[in-house]
């Protein structure tokens, strides 16, 4: 019976990089996948979405060259050949994965595992013992009961392998997927609607990026209908139909729903072996132990935020606390959450409500405009920074809506986990003409000194 100091059944963000941690610290792994090492998120979500995402400012910028004059002719969508580019990205950073967890010395093993003890894991009728297991399989994409994924119906999975742009599309669900496939397909030339049941899309950012989204969303001609649930759907030979509770209906020739992820955690044993589960979710401390000796959960299978850097800090977390590092908790409020879409939206901390809810009228709030922000301008997009802090007190929140703000998150994080007062950042220096630019004015207007902003 092959065994190691640790067994990882799961090689997505969480599980891979817990391997690559262990090993790093000495330990000998066994990392098991049914499928490619990677997981969802190589595979069947974040790179190759935003692959998707960077051709669609390609056409968004051929599109609108004019206005820079700039003289191009936007001619069409090749979907061939952006699969190819897409694949491209994704085969090279697969192949680099693979020589990672090789030179490390990590065991892979491939096939389905199910845990037959609590320090076992059985794959293809071989035992693998570890003196410790972590339990990393990941999400899938859900549906509602009512709709079955076939044909004209499916989920990110399908919709990444399509071969051509539809023309109309409904996605239905309007969280950080839907609008990520929405912006997409707009800028590809499809006609988009996005149905939310819940009054607004992104309904777990700031209120204020949510409206911003819409507004710019309308702008881009993506259509709305939010605050009214989907009923049912139904499809032939010339599209597909969906109905709203309300009794309006849409035709499109594909839906996809993107109604979230629910826990791959069912029927792998977990439960046999008496791992506390709820609704599927496999339960954890805060230190990701469950409530069996020397079983931890990594990634999505846990409740919380279902983020690839969730995955990887989880991963490196385990394998530091196993090797009695006492790793670092962070509290899922201050992982960095961003929106891929046009415009970007990016966030970390508490939103203005959940901060007036703890702090009350301690809360103080500024909203520092990107119209004033000379790369913004450069770049024509409109948006924000909004900063949610405590009087005389930390940064707890900053929410960021536009072009590119997704990548001024690095900052926000810092900024949140470091408990900095306006006054801190506000003395340091941001590089001119940068977006980050806009990071640092926020702060002086925040700090009662404002440069290029009104107080
Ligand atoms: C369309 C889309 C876009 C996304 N974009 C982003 C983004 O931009 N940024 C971001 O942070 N997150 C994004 N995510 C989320 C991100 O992909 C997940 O949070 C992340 O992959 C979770 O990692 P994980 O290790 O928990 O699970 P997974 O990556 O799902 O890995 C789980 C692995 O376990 C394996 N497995 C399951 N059961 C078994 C078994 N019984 N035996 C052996 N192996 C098994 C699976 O094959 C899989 O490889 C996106 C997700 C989707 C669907």
């Not at 595992?113 to 693998?128: A, F, I, M």
């Not at 044993?269 to 990594?298: C, K, P, S």
């Not at 415009?343 to 901060?355: F, R």
Request: glycine fraction near 12%.
């Amino acid at each position: 019976m092959p065994a190691a100091d640790l067994v990882i059944l799961g090689g997505g963000s969480g599980g891979y990089a817990c391997a690559l941690r262990a090993a790093e610290l000495g330990m000998s792994v066994i990392l098991i996948d049914k499928d490619k090492l990677g997981g969802t998120c190589l595979h069947r979500g974040c790179i190759p979405t935003k692959a998707l995402l960077h051709a669609a400012e390609v056409a968004d910028s051929a599109r609108e060259s004019d206005a820079f004059g700039v003289r191009a002719i936007f001619e069409g969508i090749d979907m061939p050949k952006v699969n190819e580019y897409r694949d491209g990205v994704v085969g090279r950073l697969y192949k680099g994965l693979q020589g990672l967890i090789k030179s490390r010395n990590v065991t892979f093993v491939e096939g389905a595992g199910r845990l037959v003890s609590p320090n076992t894991v059985e794959v293809n009728g071989e035992q693998y013992t570890g003196k410790n297991v972590v339990l990393a399989t990941g999400s899938y994409a859900r549906t509602l009961p009512s709709l079955e994924i076939s044909g004209r119906i499916m989920t990110s999975d399908e919709a990444l392998n399509l071969d051509y742009v539809p023309e109309r599309v409904i996605v239905l669900g309007g969280g950080v997927i839907g609008v990520e496939f929405a912006s997409v397909w707009r800028s590809f030339g499809a006609d988009v609607t996005i149905v939310e049941g819940l009054p607004r899309l992104i309904p777990n950012e700031d209120e204020a990026c949510s409206k911003a989204l819409e507004r710019a969303f309308r702008k881009r001609g993506i259509n709305l209908s939010t605050g009214i649930k989907f009923a049912s759907a139904t499809q032939d030979a010339a599209g597909v139909h969906a109905t709203l509770e309300d009794g309006t209906t849409l035709d499109a020739d594909l839906l996809l729903v993107a109604v979230g992820r629910g826990p791959n955690a069912v029927g792998m044993g977990f439960e046999e072996q008496g791992i506390a589960m709820e609704r599927g979710w496999v339960l954890v401390d805060e230190r990701l132990r469950t409530n069996v000796a020397g079983v931890y959960a990594a990634g999505d299978i846990t409740p919380g935020l279902q983020l690839a850097h969730r995955g990887f800090q989880h991963g490196i977390f385990i394998a530091e606390e196993i090797g009695g590092l006492n790793p670092l908790v962070i509290a899922d409020v201050n992982i960095p959450r961003v929106t891929y879409c046009e415009p970007e939206v990016a966030s970390v901390g508490l939103t203005e409500v959940e901060a007036r809810a703890k702090y009350g009228d301690q809360t103080k709030v500024y909203e520092y405009n990107l119209g004033g922000n000379g790369k913004s301008q450069i770049l024509g997009t409109a948006g924000f920074i909004k900063l949610v802090s405590v009087i005389d007190g930390p940064v707890v929140g900053v929410h960021l809506v536009g072009s590119r703000m997704g990548e001024q998150i690095g900052e926000a994080q810092l900024i949140v986990n470091w408990e900095a007062h306006p006054e801190d950042i506000a003395s340091l220096i941001h590089a001119h003409p940068t977006q980050n630019e806009a990071m640092g004015e926020a702060h002086l207007a925040l700090a009662g000194k404002p440069l290029h902003a009104h107080a």
